[in-house]
């Protein structure tokens, strides 16, 4: 039988045990956790995650504040306004949501982030945190992910973990926490020769690429514990729009020994993971 590893089910369970949390410290008389949400341009799919994070903070009891400027911004004002977010005393996270409009250096304005209110943990000191084994802020999705694999006490020590995929909003992180917890791990990319040659030694099979269904059964070593991050938009047979991740899906999930469905995996999680890294910050700015 395979697991089917749902993370729509697990999100609920960490926000509903955040919200307590939350509710428990206003109910002391402090204020509530801020998280601070940069959206530049209308990009839709952005504004859909961006509104997605509004309504999950919401429910957990944080306060959010989306900064939704035009897409001429200049680099030097969303540079001010990271600044002064910076300084807020009310903000715990600030998160600038990706992508960004061409003419704006978004790895200039992520670095301008207070590394302790960088709850996406894409700062380069959060990042080097995490390379160094040292506790700080972690990159949600591949943060999802491991949650994801933890509550289905799935042991990943000393077993082969392929990552698909090497950027360093997901690939390159996740090799980093796979490696962390003892597994033997193999990063793919574009340029690497025969890649289903590599996907089929995998005990713990991660896709990060964004190409529809690319993963097919006879990619997969049966009993893989199979994790797609992919979220691809395709049109259905009957023209609606349709969320599909990177591995085929239906024609996999019979092999596997566990599957993250898409959606309802690790799309989820990942809101939960900045959900959390938000509490976290306030708990440790507070000191409570
Ligand atoms: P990027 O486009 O930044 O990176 C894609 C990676 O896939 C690159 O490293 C690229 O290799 C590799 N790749 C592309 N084509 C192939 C191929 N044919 N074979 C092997 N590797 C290939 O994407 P992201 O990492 O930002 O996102 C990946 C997917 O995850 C997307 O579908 C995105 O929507 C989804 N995503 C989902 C999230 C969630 O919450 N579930 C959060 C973030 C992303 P190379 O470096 O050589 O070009």
Redesign the pocket.
């Known amino acids: 039988m395979t697991q089917i590893l749902d993370g729509k089910a697990l999100a609920a369970q960490v926000q509903s045990e955040l919200a307590q949390q939350v509710q428990a410290l206003t109910a002391q008389g402090h204020r509530p956790p801020g998280l601070a949400v940069i959206m530049v341009g209308d990009n839709p799919a952005s504004a859909a995650y961006v509104r997605n994070k509004e309504r999950a903070s919401g429910k957990v009891g944080i306060a959010s504040q989306v900064h939704h400027l035009p897409a001429t911004v200049p680099q030097a004002e969303v540079m001010a306004l990271i600044q002064h977010l910076n300084q807020d005393a009310n903000v715990d996270g600030i998160l600038v949501q990706l992508p960004l409009p061409d003419g704006l250096d978004a790895v200039a304005l992520l670095n301008t982030i207070d590394p302790d209110k960088d709850v996406d943990g894409l700062h380069p000191i959060n990042l080097g945190r995490l390379l160094r084994g040292e506790q700080g802020l972690r990159s949600c999705?591949p943060y999802g992910v491991m949650r994801l694999m933890a509550a289905h006490t799935i042991d990943l020590t000393g077993q082969q973990a392929v990552v698909?995929?090497?950027?360093i909003?997901?690939?390159k992180p996740m090799a980093i926490m796979l490696l962390e917890a003892n597994a033997t791990v193999t990063v793919?990319?574009?340029?690497?020769v025969d890649?289903p040659a590599l996907t089929r030694q995998a005990d713990i099979l991660v896709a990060?690429?964004?190409?529809p269904n690319?993963i097919t059964a006879d990619w997969v070593k049966p009993g893989a514990v199979v994790i797609d991050?992919?979220?691809?938009r395709v049109e259905s047979p009957d023209g609606k729009a349709q969320l599909v991740g990177?591995v085929d899906y239906d024609a996999v999930a019979p092999i596997a020994s566990a599957i993250t469905p898409v959606p309802g995996g690790?799309?989820p999680m990942?809101v939960a993971m900045l959900l959390e890294n938000t509490v976290t910050s306030y708990r440790q700015r507070l000191q409570i």
């Open positions: 999705t698909v995929g090497r950027s909003l997901v690939g793919a990319h574009a340029r690497t890649l990060a690429v964004g190409r690319m991050v992919g979220i691809n990177d690790i799309g990942t």
